[in-house]
């Protein structure tokens, strides 16, 4: 087969919205197949970065850029395939607004946030390819969903949901930015420390919070689409159970020096 006649191939796969439902499908069993994993193992990255089964492990930095780049890519790719017929300047604004929304989370995640980061632990390869896996189908539905659908951006629910986002964002980033300079400007022979200022004084894990509450907007400003519903479910399914295990690591690795007070990631709450 010439690659042109692959390339026609995976178009048109592309643009079939069987595929795209079955994608949805396979994507909302993700977060209640994984998530209870999650509460008692811990994905092989991070403060956990270790041998699973077998000892293959990426460089953080790396492994980040791509594993995360490849979101925006197929966000992207689903604007523009799926919608043939328009180009970016002829997208509806409700559709250049969530375009920009992931572009700008994508774009910080996959470029700015492994640059800015001192260091960053190596990613076993279960890890890395989980995280492809789900980013593929999260840029897909996302994208190809997108494609479909314009809304007038004047309602109440696409104020609420932007508002979210936005603050979301905000959390996420500031409380990233506290960690990379506990470890820029405190011992070097010292990989993890005590976070403190801002929402740390709450709860362990405010960056995964943030992130929370950021699909949360996205959701909301798409009216419960389904992709976007799928990415909170995994966001939520991933994040609240690594928040769990990280906060309990936090009170094992500096016992009685950890604030009592403070939760996994909800204030007061979880
Ligand atoms: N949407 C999703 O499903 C999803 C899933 C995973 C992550 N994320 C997002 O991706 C970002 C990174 O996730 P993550 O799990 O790597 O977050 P994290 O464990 O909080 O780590 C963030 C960065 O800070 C460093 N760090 C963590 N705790 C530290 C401490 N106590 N002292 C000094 N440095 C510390 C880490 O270094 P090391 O690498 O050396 O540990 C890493 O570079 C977060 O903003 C998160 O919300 C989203």
Redesign the pocket.
């Known amino acids: 087969m010439l690659l042109t006649d692959c390339i026609d191939k995976i178009i048109e796969c592309w643009r079939d919205p069987e595929v795209y439902n079955a994608a949805i499908k396979i994507y909302a069993l993700l977060p209640p197949l994984f998530a209870p994993i999650l509460f008692w193992i811990d994905a092989p ?3 956990f ?1 270790g041998k699973l089964l077998f000892d293959w492990s990426f460089g ?1 930095k790396y492994a ?1 850029c791509i594993m ?1 780049g490849v979101s925006p890519v197929m966000y992207t790719l689903s604007m523009l395939l799926v919608t043939p017929t328009t180009t970016p300047h002829e997208w509806q604004p409700s559709q250049v607004l969530l375009y920009g929304m992931w572009m700008t989370h994508y774009i910080n ?1 996959a470029f700015i ?1 492994p640059y800015r ?5 190596p990613i076993h390869s279960f890890a890395f390819l989980s ?1 492809i896996f ?1 980013n593929v189908l999260n840029g897909y539905t996302n994208g190809v969903w997108n494609a479909g659908h314009a809304f007038p951006l004047s309602s109440t629910h696409v104020a609420l949901g932007f508002g979210l986002w936005i603050t979301g964002f905000a959390i ?2 500031y ?2 930015n506290i ?2 300079n ?2 820029r400007v ?1 011992n070097a022979n010292q ?5 403190r200022g801002g929402l740390f004084e709450y709860v362990s ?1 405010p ?2 919070l ?3 509450i950021e ?1 949360a907007g996205l959701a909301i400003i798409t009216g419960g689409s389904y992709p976007a519903l799928a ?1 909170l479910a ?2 939520v399914g ?2 609240f159970p ?1 928040a769990n295990r ?1 906060h309990a690591w ?1 009170k094992d690795q500096f016992k009685t020096e950890y604030p009592s007070s403070r939760k996994a990631i909800i204030p007061y709450i979880l």
């Not at 980061?117 to 632990?121: D, F, I, L, V, W």
């Not at 990989?191 to 976070?195: C, D, E, G, S, V």
């Open positions: 990255y991070g403060r970065a953080g980040w995360e995640r946030h980061a001192p260091s960053m632990a995280a789900i996420n980033i409380h990233d960690l990379f506990l470890r405190k990989r993890y420390f005590i976070p894990c960056n995964y943030g992130e929370t699909w990415f995994t966001t991933n994040l690594r990280a936090y």
